[in-house]
């Protein structure tokens, strides 16, 4: 039972315009939710995260968006550069602290920013 | 200040062979972490440490074993690799909520 769902496994845009990338989770009980950026052969990277308390948070081009009531929530990149193209990863877990070992991730989206 | 490192990068192994994979992080961390990476299948955590002598089961345990005898290396070991052991290995470690990836492993089995 895939719990973190990211239902595109491909986005293209344009240079400058927006990016929007999705993701859906059925465990009511995830409170806290991270994404992360993978470029090829590397490891996956940190970008922005949210708790459940929110539903937004903005760092420099990145926010995050989330729906509670929906069990949805959106990245969004304004304006999009070509080196933002890369794997994002949605991942969910119960608590943001130390002991939160159990962190579900969906299984990516690739993102291609077009010059 | 290194951050998280992993050794070997590469690794083709024949099945029934053994290997060990070494994760190695500079940052004092108390929690480590083992995952997999399969094509259309995300991150999937094999083993995870929460501190120095200790480990337990992910979600995917079955063929691997891990030791934590020092805080800073977390080892994966394959006893006898199977060819759906296959995979592309990352190590991560925890301050927080926040994982630190290391570079990743990728390990074919034929």
């Known amino acids: 039972d895939q719990q973190v769902k990211q239902n595109s496994p491909s986005l293209s845009v344009q240079e400058g315009r927006i990016s929007i990338l999705n993701c859906d989770y059925t465990?009511?009980?995830?409170?806290?939710f991270l994404w992360y950026k993978k470029y090829p052969a590397e490891g996956p990277t940190f970008l922005i995260s949210?708790?459940?308390?929110?539903d937004k948070n903005e760092d420099g081009r990145f926010t995050v968006f989330l729906n509670k009531s929906a069990k949805h929530l959106s990245l969004h990149i304004v304006p999009s550069q070509p080196g933002d193209s890369a794997v994002y990863f949605c991942a969910a877990s119960r608590g943001s602290g130390g002991s939160n070992y159990k962190l579900t991730f969906g299984k990516g989206t690739l993102l291609t920013v077009n010059p | 200040n290194a951050g998280v490192t992993q050794t070997p990068k590469f690794r083709v192994l024949k099945t029934g062979q053994s290997m060990t994979l070494l994760c190695a992080q500079d940052?004092?961390?108390?929690?480590m972490y083992w995952y997999r990476q399969d094509p259309g299948m995300g991150l999937r955590l094999i083993h995870y440490?929460?501190?120095?002598?200790?480990?337990a089961k992910g979600e995917v345990p079955d063929g691997y074993n891990v030791s934590r005898l020092k805080k800073q290396n977390f080892l994966l070991g394959l006893e006898s690799a199977a060819p759906s052991q296959t995979s592309v290995y990352f190590c991560a470690s925890t301050i927080g909520g926040f994982r630190f990836f290391g570079p990743g492993t990728r390990l074919t089995v034929l």
């Open positions: 940052m004092n961390h108390e929690y």
């Open positions: 465990n009511s009980m995830f409170d806290y």
């Open positions: 440490s929460v501190g120095e002598g200790t480990t």
């Open positions: 949210i708790s459940s308390i929110k």
